[in-house]
Nanobody
Framework: EVQLVESGGGLVQPGGSLRLSCAASGFTLSSSAMSWHRQAPGKQRELVAVITTGGGSISYADSVKGRFTMSRDNAKNTMYLQMNSLKPEDTAVYYC?????????WGQGTQVTVSS
C-alpha cells in the first residue's frame, strides 16, 4: 500500500525558512516521479515542484523559483522541500504526490503559515 506522510510545516515569519518532508512507504521513491503541491484557502491546489523518475530533472512553479528547493534521499525513501525567503502568499497546506499504476496518491498535508 502506498503511503505518503508529510511533516515540517508550521508558523514562520516572512523571510523565514522551513523544510518539509514527505516519508514514502509501499514503493521505492527513486523509481517514481514525485511532486509537491499546495492549496491555499479558497484556491485550487497548485503544483509547486516536480522531480522526474531518475531525479535528473526538477521543475518549479514560477512563484517559487529561486526560493524553494526540492530534493530526495533515496536511502531514507523521503522527499524534501526546502523553502526559503517565505512570503505570506506561500501560506497553504502542502501535499506530496506520487502516481502509481494510474492512481494519484496524496499525503494528509502539512500546514504552512507565513505571518508576522
Amino acid at each position: 500500500e502506498v503511503q505518503l506522510v508529510e511533516s515540517g510545516g508550521g508558523l514562520v515569519q516572512p523571510g523565514g525558512s522551513l523544510r518539509l518532508s514527505c516519508a514514502a512507504s509501499g514503493f521505492t521513491l527513486s523509481s517514481s516521479a514525485m511532486s509537491w503541491h499546495r492549496q491555499a484557502p479558497g484556491k485550487q491546489r497548485e503544483l509547486v515542484a516536480v522531480i522526474t523518475t531518475g531525479g535528473g530533472s526538477i521543475s518549479y512553479a514560477d512563484s517559487v523559483k529561486g526560493r524553494f528547493t526540492m530534493s530526495r534521499d533515496n536511502a531514507k525513501n523521503t522527499m524534501y522541500l526546502q523553502m526559503n525567503s517565505l512570503k505570506p502568499e506561500d501560506t497553504a497546506v502542502y501535499y506530496c504526490n506520487v502516481v502509481r499504476g494510474r492512481v494519484s496518491n496524496w499525503g494528509q498535508g502539512t500546514q504552512v503559515t507565513v505571518s508576522s
